[in-house]
């Protein structure tokens, strides 16, 4: 007798489910990226209990045809690339088409949406992977998902969650990181009935700044603007008496995706290092543009992790680009501010 059996598909599905969905920060993130991917300009957050109970996520997007609505709940069930040729030119956010199937597996979920060519929209129920309802309903353009009781059925990571105000500030650092990846997008966080965060769309990365770190920082920008070999590089780092005892103030994003990378973090740090104390981090707000061949984003499914062609290449420029900001090669006046 064997002792090997295949799994039922909902065990596999909520496995799979944990890769992605971590926490409820991370159902924020999937859902706000697949609302970018959606060419909304204007994006609203909602959650309370840290998520715990209910996340909200409405946009003005393109919104999902009726008839593709249980397919986008479907593993690998994606609009965004075809085949595997997509993969070396991934021009959108998402494209496993995990996100849906993922967090329906392991929720109560509700969708609320209608596309421009359609006259009335559709309300759908999918509940621990099970579709319960769909109906028609009289709605503006866009789409509305709302996540109840993350992991009510996965009582292992339910438990490992922190506590809602943690869970909350987790959700807020996201939130705060795909604004400034995006200034030309408004967002509007509320925590329990609080807003937390309201960035007004206009396009200037200045003003997010100010909004989320405040004065004492804003004043204490220099501007980075550099076209490169295989990079451009845009945006903003602080001077050096900006810094913090840990990486909290490195934000960046390569091709308006929030990253990690240990080789742009050296690359920044070792800019700084002629400049600052030993164990001191600086404040960068900076988007690297590189052509998609010179990257993989297909490397982790929360696609935080990001390999590079040629990572030496890519760290010889950013550690460059930032030296001569620091040093005053590369002056770039400053406008004024105005509070
Ligand atoms: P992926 O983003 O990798 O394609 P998801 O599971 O996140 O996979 O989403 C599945 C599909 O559902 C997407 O490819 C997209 O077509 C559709 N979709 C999801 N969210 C939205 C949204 N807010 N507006 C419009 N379409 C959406
Ligand atoms: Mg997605």
């Not at 890769?19 to 859902?31: D, F, S, T």
């Not at 496993?96 to 969708?111: K, W």
Request: net charge negative.
């Amino acid at each position: 007798m064997s002792n090997i059996m295949l799994l039922d598909q909902s065990t596999i599905n909520k496995i799979a489910a944990g890769e992605v969905i971590e926490r409820p920060a991370a159902v924020v993130k999937e859902l706000v990226e697949n609302a970018m991917d959606a060419g909304a300009s204007f994006i609203t957050v909602e959650v309370k209990e840290g998520g715990t109970t209910l996340i909200r996520i409405t946009d003005n997007g393109c919104g999902i045809p009726k008839e593709d609505i249980p397919l986008a709940f479907k593993r690998h069930a994606t609009s965004k690339i075809r085949n595997v040729e997509d993969l070396l030119h991934v021009a959108s956010l998402g494209f496993r088409g995990e996100a849906l199937a993922s967090i329906a597996s392991i929720a109560q979920v509700e969708l609320i949406t209608k596309t421009g060519d359609e006259l009335v929209g559709v309300r759908y129920l999918i509940e621990g992977g099970e579709e319960k309802t769909m109906e028609e309903i009289g709605c503006p353009e866009g789409s509305t998902f709302l996540i109840r009781n993350l992991f009510y059925n996965t009582p292992a990571r339910r438990k490992f969650l922190k506590s809602p105000m943690t869970e909350s500030s987790y959700i807020n650092e996201v939130v705060e990181k795909l604004a400034i990846s995006h200034p030309q997008i408004s967002f509007k966080f509320i925590s329990n009935n609080q807003t937390k965060l309201y960035t007004s769309g206009n396009g200037s990365v200045r003003d997010i700044i100010y909004q989320i770190y405040g004065k004492d920082i804003t004043k204490e920008l220099l501007t980075v603007n550099r076209e490169e070999g295989i990079v451009s590089i845009e945006g903003f780092i602080g001077k050096p008496v900006v810094s913090r005892g840990n990486r909290s103030y490195m934000t960046y994003f390569i091709n308006g995706r929030y990253v990690k990378s240990s080789v742009i973090n050296k690359a920044i740090e070792e800019a700084y290092r002629p400049f600052s104390m030993a164990h001191r981090y600086p404040f960068t707000a900076l988007n690297f543009m590189v052509a998609s061949e010179w990257i993989d984003v297909n490397v982790h499914p929360t696609k935080m992790e990001i390999r590079f062609h040629d990572s030496q290449v890519l760290y010889g420029l950013i550690y460059e680009a930032l030296h001569d900001v620091l040093v005053g090669k590369e002056f770039i006046p400053e406008i004024d501010f105005e509070e």
